[in-house]
């Protein structure tokens, strides 16, 4: 497999500092036109929005559930051999992983129907970049201290490996529609055009070594193991050659697949806001229902069979007919016909991963401080309006679908608005990655312009390299109001 | 519009790179990391019937082979050899003294090592040998270089008597254990 050990690095090191897609601050912050993407039916009170292109919305999240760089690069006089055997290869477990998410906004625009003032429409286009790796933890411990010694008679399992990751562009459309007072609903559809993908499917298998039956050892494998890609194999051929053209024709092949001209797939998003009384609100919503289908520029890999070996062996007189030099080329090729290497360019459908939020809000403290201004287009009806109030309490849930089931953080939040122009959320998460995630959102409306920074983990930046989890988003809108 | 849009975003990364820290960071520790997996694998099993042993005849080889075995010499794994243990373990049920020769052959067929081992008839105790290549053990290139073994099993005594040994035979097991510097 022709996988060029840059690249490797490359996504571990990012893997090291990326992690998941909770936008928890992002979550029903309303004032900002970005937050349509995580909920479709979130309430909305703008006439039209624009984000600014590639700055409407930028966001980079990082992090590790298990070793920090900070426990394997600290200069602390410590053996970088011990730190990896006892913090990476010991301290982490299969369960751990290494993830990265990035998105940029290109293209989002929303405006509110002429005929339909109930209606916000939106649409645009982002990039994303989804990256997983769990920590393969048997196959770890295989490389750094192999099969004998202490490990003989223990079961390697292969299932640990696992990863999956792609790079998409995403073309999208929503409508976002008051129902009535008290009830939002929205549903975005998206067409999905893959740049690359990868991933391993239900990896199994184990790798033994044990006392032998008739030898001192027998070693017996099981595996059932595929590594799917897409995408893959033309950018790994651009890198490779050595034309001097690498950065254009990476460039042309890039925006040829941004472009619908790599896999495409189908996706669904669906929200609701519901108002159960004039201070306390539910929400909820679920993204990325969709899937690719992957049939342009597939490779293959997989390894499905067992065998047993307990080395050459010879019985006489039974085996006389068959001994010649070969013996050891023949184990060889025997141990390669029962466990196949095999490359081959099958499509096949990659889902992405869907996303779940979940969330419920109290507002209080009357302050009126949108609705006479600003409008509010349809939402600005006093009591009925969150923006009424210029505080907000509550809490969130995410749960994310991941290559090893469902990854789940739960959030705490507080909201503050001051004045028309001004609103920050802070947020408390826990989930696997950090138990101690204090989050910062600051949303800035100066005229028109509207202005969002979101900084996640913020005890983290004390010393960011030992930081399991940063992120950070922002952007640009230009936002009209009813009366401007 | 630049003015409008960038100085708040400058504000904002200003503010991060201000209150954010790092510790100190040596990257260049990963140069002294040692992954050095010790590796085990049976090699060769060798068994006899004594019937075998008596219907070839004695003081002649009732066994002799050449393996063509390039598992050392592999570019990939010689590099990286440090050391390691052969084990033998030789179990004789026949009747006979018996000798095993194992010899270490390079591209050429030349002898690099040698292990010869003399069995005592049954009733004998189980034989067992641990031979140790790397430092203060025998040279490690004699495994590096090997890419042939010739196995030979000789009768030194009759060739008509019988053990009254349940199923009498000759046993020959081997196996490696070795260390490889991967990083």
């Given at each position: 497999?022709?996988?060029?050990?840059?690249?490797l690095?490359?996504i571990?090191?990012?893997?090291?500092?990326?992690q998941?897609?909770?936008?928890?601050?992002l979550?029903?912050?309303?004032?900002?036109?970005?937050?349509?993407l995580?909920?479709?039916?979130?309430?909305?009170f703008?006439?039209?929005?624009?984000?600014?292109?590639?700055?409407s919305?930028?966001s980079?999240?990082?992090?590790?559930?298990?070793v920090?760089?900070?426990?394997?690069?600290?200069?602390?006089?410590?053996?970088?051999?011990?730190?990896?055997?006892?913090r990476?290869?010991?301290?982490?477990?299969r369960?751990d992983?290494?993830?990265?998410?990035s998105?940029?906004?290109?293209?989002?625009i929303?405006?509110?129907?002429?005929n339909?003032?109930?209606d916000?429409?939106?649409?645009g286009?982002?990039?994303?970049?989804?990256?997983i790796?769990?920590?393969p933890?048997?196959?770890?411990?295989l490389?750094?201290?192999?099969?004998g010694g202490?490990?003989?008679?223990?079961?390697?399992?292969?299932?640990?490996l696992?990863?999956?990751g792609?790079?998409?562009?995403?073309?999208?459309?929503g409508?976002?529609?008051k129902?009535?007072?008290?009830l939002?609903?929205?549903?975005?559809?998206?067409?999905?055009?893959?740049?690359?993908?990868?991933?391993?499917i239900?990896?199994?298998?184990?790798?033994?070594?044990?006392?032998g039956?008739?030898?001192?050892?027998?070693?017996?494998?099981?595996a059932?193991?595929?590594?799917?890609?897409?995408?893959?194999?033309?950018?790994?051929?651009?890198?490779?050659?050595?034309?001097?053209?690498?950065?254009?024709?990476?460039?042309k092949?890039?925006?040829?697949?941004?472009?619908?001209?790599?896999?495409?797939?189908?996706?669904f998003?669906a929200g609701?806001?519901?108002?159960?009384?004039?201070?306390?609100?539910i929400?909820?919503?679920?993204?990325?229902?969709?899937?690719?289908?992957?049939?342009?520029?597939?490779?293959?890999?997989?390894?499905?069979?067992?065998a047993?070996?307990?080395?050459?062996?010879?019985f006489?007189?039974?085996?006389i007919p068959?001994?010649?030099?070969?013996?050891?080329?023949?184990?060889?090729d025997?141990?390669?016909?029962?466990?196949?290497?095999?490359?081959?360019?099958e499509?096949?459908?990659s889902?992405r991963?869907l996303k779940?939020?979940g969330?419920?809000?109290?507002?209080f403290?009357?302050?009126?401080?949108?609705d006479?201004n600003?409008?509010?287009?349809?939402?600005?009806?006093?009591?009925?309006?969150?923006?009424?109030?210029?505080?907000?309490?509550?809490?969130?849930?995410f749960f994310?679908?991941?290559?090893?089931?469902?990854q789940?953080?739960?959030?705490g939040?507080?909201?503050?608005?001051?004045?028309?122009?001004?609103?920050?959320?802070?947020?408390?998460?826990?989930?696997?990655?950090?138990?101690?995630?204090?989050?910062?959102?600051?949303?800035?409306?100066?005229?028109?312009?509207?202005?969002?920074?979101?900084?996640?983990?913020?005890?983290g930046?004390?010393?960011?390299?030992?930081?399991?989890?940063?992120?950070?988003?922002?952007?640009?809108?230009?936002?009209?109001?009813?009366?401007? | 519009?630049?003015?409008?849009?960038?100085?708040?975003?400058?504000a904002?990364?200003?503010?991060?790179?201000?209150?954010?820290?790092a510790?100190?960071?040596?990257?260049?520790?990963?140069?002294?990391?040692?992954?050095t997996?010790?590796?085990?694998s049976?090699?060769?099993?060798?068994?006899?019937?004594?019937?075998?042993?008596?219907?070839?005849?004695n003081?002649t080889?009732?066994?002799?082979?050449?393996?063509?075995?390039?598992?050392?010499?592999e570019?990939?794994?010689?590099e990286r050899?440090?050391?390691?243990?052969?084990?033998?373990?030789?179990?004789?049920?026949?009747?006979?003294?018996l000798?095993?020769t194992?010899?270490?052959?390079d591209?050429?067929?030349n002898?690099?090592?040698?292990?010869?081992?003399?069995v005592?008839q049954?009733?004998?105790p189980?034989?067992?040998?641990?031979?140790f290549?790397?430092?203060?053990?025998?040279?490690?290139e004699?495994?590096?270089?090997?890419?042939g073994?010739?196995?030979?099993?000789?009768?030194?005594?009759?060739?008509?008597?019988?053990?009254?040994?349940?199923?009498?035979?000759?046993?020959?097991r081997?196996?490696?254990?070795?260390?490889f510097?991967?990083?």
């Open positions: 497999m022709r996988i060029p050990r840059s690249i690095w490359a571990l090191f990012m893997g090291m500092f990326l998941a897609q909770n936008k928890q601050l979550y029903d912050f309303y004032e900002i036109p970005q937050s349509l995580v909920n479709p039916g979130v309430k909305t703008q006439k039209w929005h624009i984000g600014v292109p590639v700055l919305g930028l980079f999240q990082v992090g590790t559930s298990g920090t760089v900070n426990d394997l690069f600290a200069d602390d006089g410590i053996d970088f051999t011990t730190k990896v055997r006892e990476l290869i010991d301290g982490m477990s369960k992983d290494f993830s990265t998410t998105q940029i906004d290109g293209i989002n929303g405006f509110r129907g002429k339909r003032p109930d916000y429409y939106s649409f286009m982002y990039g994303e970049t989804d990256i790796v769990y920590w933890k048997d196959l770890a411990i490389a750094f201290e192999g099969n202490n490990n003989i008679g223990r079961s390697f399992d292969l299932s640990d696992s990863l999956r792609e790079m998409v562009n995403v073309t999208h459309f409508v976002n529609r129902v009535s007072n008290t939002t609903v929205g549903a975005r559809a998206k067409i999905y055009s893959s740049i690359f993908q990868f991933q391993t239900q990896n199994s298998g184990s790798f033994r070594t044990t006392q039956q008739d030898n001192i050892y027998s070693t017996s494998i099981t059932d193991m595929q590594l799917q890609t897409s995408g893959v194999e033309g950018i790994i051929d651009i890198l490779e050659e050595d034309t001097g053209t690498t950065q254009r024709d990476l460039t092949l890039f925006m040829k697949r941004v472009l619908f001209g790599g896999n495409l797939g189908l996706g998003d609701f806001t519901y108002q159960l009384n004039p201070q306390t609100t929400t909820g919503s679920m993204l990325d229902l969709g899937f690719i289908y992957n049939s342009k520029d597939i490779k293959n890999y997989t390894v499905r069979g067992s047993n070996n307990e080395g050459i062996t010879v006489l007189p039974e085996d068959d001994l010649n030099n070969n013996l050891w080329e023949d184990l060889v025997e141990l390669e016909e029962a466990l196949p290497y095999e490359e081959n360019d499509g096949y459908i889902f991963p779940v939020y969330s419920i809000r109290y507002n403290g009357e302050g009126g401080v949108f006479e600003c409008g509010c287009g349809v939402n600005a009806q006093g009591g009925q309006n969150d923006a009424f109030y210029r505080n907000s309490l509550g809490g969130q849930l994310m679908k991941r290559p090893r089931g469902v789940a953080a739960v959030t939040f507080f909201q503050k608005r001051l004045g028309r122009g001004f609103s920050f959320k802070t947020t408390y998460t826990a989930d696997k990655y950090s138990l101690t995630n204090i989050g910062l959102g600051l949303n800035l409306q100066l005229g028109p312009i509207n202005f969002y920074m979101l900084g996640d983990n913020l005890l930046y004390r010393n960011i390299a030992d930081s399991h989890y940063a992120s950070l988003q922002f952007g640009f809108n230009i936002i009209s109001w009813n009366d401007n | 519009m630049r003015r409008l849009f960038f100085p708040p975003l400058l904002v990364i200003a503010l991060f790179l201000i209150f954010s820290c510790e100190k960071q040596d990257f260049n520790q990963f140069d002294d990391l040692e992954v997996p010790t590796v085990a049976s090699i060769f099993y060798l068994e006899s019937e004594e019937q075998h042993i008596n219907a070839v005849g003081f080889d009732f066994y002799s082979q050449i393996v063509n075995f390039e598992a050392f010499n570019e990939f794994v010689a050899l440090l050391e390691g243990t052969i084990t033998y373990e030789i179990e004789n049920t026949t009747s006979k003294d000798n095993i194992i010899e270490f052959l591209a050429e067929g002898v690099l090592d040698a292990q010869v081992f003399d005592d049954a009733p004998a189980l034989f067992s040998l641990e031979v290549y790397g430092p203060g053990g025998k040279n490690i004699i495994l590096t270089t090997t890419s073994l010739r196995i030979s099993a000789s009768n030194l005594g009759d060739s008509a008597s019988v053990s009254s040994l349940p199923d009498p035979k000759l046993i020959l081997s196996a490696a254990e070795f260390t510097r991967l990083q």
